[in-house]
């Protein structure tokens, strides 16, 4: 099994305070349903992103694959690790990253820890717990 990076408390509190305060500046006027994504990277920076949405719908763009675009931007595309990724939605209600994301996370943080809001509240689990058997080659 990869070592899953540990993150303090202090950390994990302001990932999630940081993709929340992201998720406010969603452009969601279709689904209504804003989310917020904050990438902590192995260099110590955070990005963060939001849901942009589009008339045709399938141009929408998640919140998670925005916040590593931003830290692509940062840091460089060959450079750039994802530590750790917070995701939130500003009702608190479940959601975790959709299959497209889950794939992307794992490009760039196969060893990294995703944060969510679940059915029981926040889960901390690793990307490969969360796309076991992902696609590479
Ligand atoms: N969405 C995200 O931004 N991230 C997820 O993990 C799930 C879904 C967005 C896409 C769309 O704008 C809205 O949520 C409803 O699907």
Redesign the pocket.
């Known amino acids: 099994m990869p070592r899953v990076s540990q993150l303090t408390p202090q950390e994990q509190a302001k990932l999630l305070a940081m993709a929340r305060q992201a998720g406010s500046k969603a452009y969601?006027p279709y689904?209504q349903?804003r989310?917020g994504a904050a990438v902590l990277t192995e260099a110590g920076n955070i990005f963060v992103g939001c849901?942009v949405?589009n008339v045709s719908y399938g141009l929408?763009i998640?919140?998670?694959r925005n916040a590593i675009a931003a830290a692509i931007v940062g840091e460089g595309g060959d450079k750039m690790k994802i530590k750790a990724i917070a995701?939130v939605n500003e009702l608190d209600t479940p959601?975790?990253?959709?299959g497209a994301?889950r794939q992307v996370i794992r490009e760039f943080g196969s060893q990294s820890v995703v944060i969510f809001q679940g059915e029981k509240g926040i889960q901390t689990i690793s990307a490969t717990q969360l796309l076991p058997e992902g696609f590479a080659f």
């Open positions: 969601a689904s349903y989310v849901n949405e929408t998640c919140a998670e995701v959601c975790s990253p959709c994301c």
